[in-house]
């Protein structure tokens, strides 16, 4: 296609009139710097510029990627001349003129959709309601929206779902409300035939027989902490000198010990009272004295074999305590009627002040059962399972102006499950009943409560993709000192960090360099930094350098790392896409991955190896400016620990982000990206996300620009939040 | 290799738990359907990040003489296999969306419709098994289930722009409707045997789905409420949690049948670390929820689709996706035919136990049609045509090596589908971008 079409067809901005600005000004430059490469059939990595058809509708988001790649510098690439500024104003501002503004995602996707609670407020608003604990991984995994759980779009409800959380609203009612006459407690009875067993032992009608020393096991979930008794049946085959002798072990423990003479159908019971940890627990019982004599003249002195006839657990034993919600909500002498049981019950679950009609449907439903315990714990499945609990329905009410606004209480369960990822509590809801929220004020309290810690595991933990943490696997021939324990703590020194910031009011750029950790001696260790000792994570202050802030954490390290070897590339894109709101364009299809020596003891350094990658112009464009960040990170190795070398290669962190500011080593690019305004507007920006659950659009600039500029100059991280929860997005439907 | 393999399987064999006495868990027939024949059923897996060609392609088109290396643990059943090529999944392409070859493959392996980059929203297709679900599954306790070796992603976007949600669910209820899989084998098992709950009696069991029964009831009304004081698009986000109210209604109704009592002795204990244990663990519930009838039809994905699982324990500890992109090194290319074989094991214990368990004299794998593919070819490239299919039971006449695209470029996956689903009973005339039926079964 001839360039001179395409300037028959695109339009002429307003404001340029006298002259064609494309002919005159932008044409010129793409056909000295463009069209060199981007022209024809094998056109530059398909992108066949002078192809341009001209039909904008069609064509925006060609010319909007140009715009993007032009204005950041990444075209023309590296191994060219830059253009010249003022060429790249005026194709930039040709392009700003000509295009019309990106279009906001289709409806569905642009509102914040009815907003279903993802699993973790699930779990911690049932705790909050009724003091009872559940594990979030009880319920299916919840779908991530732009990185994040909270996005209305993608939670969606399933049949899965659903019975999942009927089954679930069923338990936590019964674990809420003990009832007045406890059931017998549990026991489970297992015949010997179907115990685990090894080799030396063999089934015997229902029962097993042990042929030579060794065990029968059992492993039963234990519901909680608390009493239990576990039992067996057994006989014997009598012979020797002595009678069976068998041991009764639980977790590997021995909890009684006793001699079996009894013989078929004789048997005998042994018992044991224990103290055990909710969870699995392996039971099993142990034959010790085998005795095998096959010579001898009497054939019913030959052989000696304990016989295991049945095996039970029977408990929790002793009385549950009873919950928070019980004691609080149940008690005789004050609850009332099981009308106002219901109402304060449906009135904390939905989050709003229900009317009579709404608890006269539950009390009919609950009345239906005996006894006012079992009429609560209906009324409370019936609360959890209904979509007045499971969504947060945000049905906006028309102010006076005719302007859509939310009501108080969709404004203060907003907040709460901002900053707790759980339900408002009382002090709340009675403000809102009030419409009075003040909400600043309330910011200030909620962070100050320990259930703020929910914004470190919820919005902290995504924000910097520590999903991936979870996820990643070190070569354990690499790096074997990795396991399960430094995982979490990692991970545990992640949130404190966050956690601290944010309580302690400091500026949010010390998330960058806050001149301290939280570490626990094996942390430390793994860091090489002496002088912390015992398991318990505390804060160490850091000497001004490498270590300390969200580039210093190995959390973030080994996430942006593959099993083998760190990643320049991912960690550039994480500083990219987390910390400066610029996320690069992903790789065009077909493009290799970097080649790897497979014996670990590479020909050239890492650097050179993906420096070669750059020189295959396909991905040059985008890997010259995000391979550069990340070898500022060389230093730290794939699970974050300090190195000076790579196999037999010197480390060089020297490096440059996009724009052209170099530096060297983690130190220096901390506080390249600690200055600069796109790590605080990335931060509100991911911050508004996860609170409003939804993207952002270009429109939100209008809003966002001031509230952070309202933060003032050196914004706390706090402050961040403030002016979010201030402004008129967070009020708007 | 010969010897890792061996050992691979034989850890295999000595894990399989003891599988019940399935013919006498058979319901009784209902009258005239299965007098006449055992029902008909559809079962798919997927494999994530395409495959090496060069090892999984038998060298010749017809009959299947020799297993190419990545198919060789299906020897037992070449009779009953089919390797498809030429089969072609257009709407995984960029087609004007740019790149995320994975995302797309996956949402579009059973939809067939194109995934679009909605900005943090999902909007693809309906897919074929739940197609044939909506028209068969009443027929049984459950219409469908999920099964699969990894949850849904919990970071970032998981593909270039493409929501999470695109890259681990095959099943799709609706265009914005993604069917979350079960991952842990035990829980599966709770929820198609022992509806959740441990030892309860049958007068106990009998109460709680009666006030089930009645909170449902009771939710739906609020539902109905709760509907007139939302906009349009919110209506249509809780039309979600309708359905699945309906869905657990109709279960608790015990208008389907199937699926009573499995002995507890199947019980699986959880999720195990080993990835090859974890698969077999769940094909061996979806045997079970087939042999009992429980349901008919099933999705099963042995990973993510740019899953970068390490696979060490068959020594290849690079991740998957990180040496799919093996840039023609031959080391990698070997490695990725290593995961390849690996997936092909996972899948052929799931074949063995089909046609170990019999139905009415007959192997359980002559009813179900099972399908097993990745929605990229070649995973060094991205491509999206020639995918790697097999078929495998359902009857079918096997020993072959076709091609799909015999005389014309490419051939729709989605003809396969609508095959499939007319097999299976239900009849669709055509489905998302289909041109007709493969005619080679």
Redesign the interface.
């Known amino acids: 296609m001839l360039p001179a079409l395409v300037a028959l067809l695109l339009p002429v901005p307003a404001g340029w009139q006298g002259e064609d600005p494309f002919e005159t000004r932008v044409l010129p430059v793409l056909e000295a710097r463009c069209f060199g490469c981007h022209d024809g059939d094998d056109a530059e990595s398909g992108f066949d510029l002078a192809a341009l058809s001209g039909d904008l509708a069609v064509e925006a988001g060609a010319w909007r990627a140009v715009r993007k790649r032009v204005a950041r510098g990444e075209m023309p690439p590296r191994n060219k001349a830059p253009l010249a500024p003022d060429d790249r104003a005026a194709l930039v501002a040709w392009i700003d003129a000509v295009l019309p503004p990106e279009p906001a995602?289709?409806?569905?996707?642009a509102?914040p959709?009815?907003r279903r609670l993802n699993r973790r407020e699930y779990a911690h608003t049932i705790r909050d309601l009724f003091g009872v604990a559940i594990e979030a991984h009880e319920l299916?995994?919840?779908?991530?929206?732009?990185?994040f759980?909270t996005?209305?779009?993608?939670l969606?409800?399933?049949?899965?779902?659903?019975?999942a959380h009927?089954?679930l609203a069923?338990r936590v009612a019964e674990r809420a409300v003990l009832l007045p006459d406890p059931p017998e407690p549990?026991?489970?009875r297992v015949d010997g035939a179907?115990l685990g067993a090894g080799k030396a032992s063999g089934a015997r009608g229902r029962f097993r027989a042990l042929h030579s020393n060794g065990e029968v096991t059992l492993?039963h979930e234990l519901p909680r902490e608390g009493e239990y008794a576990v039992r067996v049946r057994v006989h014997g085959d009598q012979a020797g000198p002595e009678p069976c002798r068998l041991a009764l072990l639980a977790e590997k423990r021995e909890v009684a010990r006793s001699e079996v003479p009894e013989r078929a159908p004789e048997g005998r019971v042994v018992e044991a009272y224990l103290r055990l940890p909710a969870g699995k627990a392996r039971f099993a019982v142990a034959f010790l004295n085998d005795y095998w004599a096959p010579n001898d003249p009497d054939p019913a002195q030959r052989d000696r074999n304990l016989v295991v006839e049945w095996l039970e657990i029977e408990g929790p034993l002793d009385a549950p305590s009873p919950s928070r919600y019980q004691r609080e909500e149940l008690d005789p002498r004050t609850r009332g009627t099981l009308r106002h049981v219901v109402e304060r019950l449906l009135r904390r679950a939905w989050r709003r002040p229900v009317d009579a009609e709404e608890v006269a449907?539950?009390v009919a439903?609950a009345s239906?059962e005996q006894g006012f315990e079992r009429s609560v714990r209906?009324a409370i499945?019936?609360a959890l399972?209904?979509?007045?609990f499971?969504?947060r329905?945000e049905?906006p009410l028309r102010d006076p102006r005719g302007t859509e606004r939310l009501g108080p209480h969709a404004v203060a369960a907003r907040l709460s499950y901002f900053l707790w990822s759980s339900t408002p509590d009382r002090e709340l809801s009675e403000l809102a009943d009030h419409d009075d929220l003040r909400l600043r004020g309330q910011v200030r309290r909620m962070v100050a409560d320990a259930r703020s810690q929910a914004l470190s595991e919820g919005f902290a933990v995504?924000w910097l993709?520590?999903?991936?943490l979870?996820?990643a696997?070190p070569?354990?021939?690499r790096f074997p000192e990795f396991d399960e324990a430094l995982r979490a703590s990692l991970r545990a020194e992640a949130t404190l960090l966050f956690d601290s910031v944010l309580r302690e009011r400091r500026p949010a750029r010390t998330l960058l360099d806050p001149g301290y950790t939280f570490l626990d001696e094996r942390l430390a260790r793994h860091y090489g930094l002496a002088g912390v000792e015992g398991p318990a994570l505390r804060r160490v202050p850091l000497d001004p350098g490498a270590r300390g802030g969200v580039l210093g954490l190995g959390a973030v390290l080994t996430?942006t790392s593959?099993?083998?070897r760190t990643s320049p590339s991912a960690r550039g894109k994480f500083v990219l896409?987390a910390l400066l709101g610029a996320p690069p364009?992903?790789?065009?299809?077909?493009?290799?991955?970097?080649?790897?020596a497979?014996d670990g003891a590479h020909a050239r350094p890492l650097r050179e190896r993906l420096e070669a990658h750059r020189n295959d112009p396909a991905c040059a464009a985008c890997h010259a400016a995000i391979d550069p960040i990340g070898f500022g990170l060389e230093n730290f190795d794939a699970t974050g620990r300090w190195r000076t070398r790579d196999g037999r290669h010197a480390i060089d962190a020297r490096g440059a982000l996009t724009d052209g500011r170099a530096f060297a080593g983690p130190a220096e690019l901390k506080a390249l990206l600690a200055a600069d305004p796109a790590f605080v507007r990335t931060l509100f920006e991911q911050l508004a996300i996860y609170a409003l659950g939804?993207?952002l659009t270009p429109d939100d600039q209008a809003w966002i620009k001031p509230a952070i500029a309202a933060a003032g100059r050196d914004p706390t991280l706090i402050g961040l939040i403030e002016e979010l929860v201030e402004s008129e997005a967070f009020r708007a439907p | 290799m010969t010897n890792l393999d061996r050992r691979t399987i034989l850890r295999g064999a000595g894990a399989v738990m003891a599988l019940p006495l399935l013919e006498s868990l058979s319901t009784p027939a209902r009258a005239g359907e299965r007098a006449v024949s055992a029902p008909r059923r559809l079962v798919f897996v997927y494999a994530p990040n395409g495959v090496n060609r060069e090892a999984w392609t038998p060298p010749a088109k017809g009959t299947l003489d020799a297993l190419p290396p990545t198919l060789e643990p299906l020897a037992p059943w070449r009779a009953d296999l089919l390797v498809v090529g030429g089969l072609a999944l257009h709407t995984a392409r960029?087609n004007g969306d740019?790149?995320?070859?994975h995302a797309r493959a996956n949402a579009a392996f059973l939809t067939c419709s194109q995934p679009r980059k909605?900005?943090?929203?999902?909007?693809v297709g309906v897919s074929i098994d739940q197609l044939v679900a909506r028209r068969i599954g009443d027929r049984t306790r459950f219409r469908s289930i999920?099964l699969g070796c990894e949850?849904?992603?919990?970071?970032?976007?998981?593909?270039?722009?493409y929501?999470?949600?695109y890259s681990?669910n095959l099943s799709w209820?609706g265009p914005?409707?993604?069917?979350?899989k079960?991952v842990d084998p035990r829980r599966l098992f709770d929820?198609l045997f022992r509806d959740?709950d441990?030892?309860e009696s049958e007068e106990q069991r009998a109460e709680?789905i009666a006030?089930?029964r009645?909170?449902?009831d009771?939710?739906r009304?609020?539902?109905r409420r709760?509907a007139t004081?939302?906009?349009t698009?919110?209506r249509?986000?809780?039309e979600?949690?309708q359905?699945?109210?309906r869905?657990?209604e109709r279960r608790l109704d015990g208008a389907a049948r199937g699926g009573g009592d499995v002995p507890d002795?199947a019980r699986p204990?959880g999720i195990p670390k080993d990835r090859g244990e974890h698969a077999r663990l769940l094909a061996d519930v979806l045997v079970l929820a087939l042999a009992a009838d429980a349901t008919r039809i099933a999705t099963f994905a042995l990973a993510n689709e740019g899953s970068?699982?390490?696979h060490?324990a068959i020594g290849v500890?690079?991740?998957h996706h990180?040496i799919s992109?093996?840039?023609?090194?031959p080391?990698k290319r070997a490695g990725v035919a290593l995961i390849d074989r690996f997936h092909v094991e996972c899948f052929a214990h799931l074949v063995r136990r089909l046609a170990e368990t019999e139905e009415r004299g007959a192997r359980l794998l002559d009813s179900v049609d099972v399908l097993y593919g990745s929605g990229i070819g070649d995973g060094?490239?991205?491509d999206h045509a020639d995918l790697p299919v097999l078929l495998v039971g359902g009857g079918l006449r096997g020993g072959r090596h076709v091609d799909a695209a015999a005389g014309v470029k490419e051939t729709p996956l989605a003809n396969l589908h609508v095959t499939l689903a007319r097999r299976a009973g239900a009849g669709v005339e055509r489905f998302a971008d289909s041109t007709g039926v493969v005619e080679f079964l």
């Open positions: 995602p289709d409806d569905e996707a509102g959709l009815l299916p995994a919840d779908e991530v929206g732009h990185g759980d996005l209305g779009a993608v969606s409800t399933s049949e899965l779902l659903l019975e009927l089954r069923e549990p026991r489970r179907k492993s449907r539950v439903l239906a209906v499945v019936a399972a209904s979509p007045e499971l969504y329905p049905v995504q993709q520590l999903g991936r979870e996820q696997t070569d354990p021939t996430a593959y099993p083998t896409e364009p992903p790789p065009p299809p077909g493009v290799g991955v970097l080649a790897e497979s939804r993207g | 960029a740019g790149p995320g070859d909605a900005d943090g929203a999902i909007h999920q949850d849904g992603a919990q970071s970032g976007q998981c593909d270039s722009g929501a999470c949600a681990s209820a914005s409707t993604p069917i979350p079960e929820r959740g441990l030892e709680r006030r089930r009645s909170v449902l009771l939710v009304e609020d539902a709760l004081r939302l906009s698009s919110d249509r986000k809780l979600e949690y359905e699945a109210v869905e657990l002795s204990a970068n699982f390490s060490r500890p690079q991740g990180e992109h093996h840039g023609n090194d080391a060094n490239r991205h």
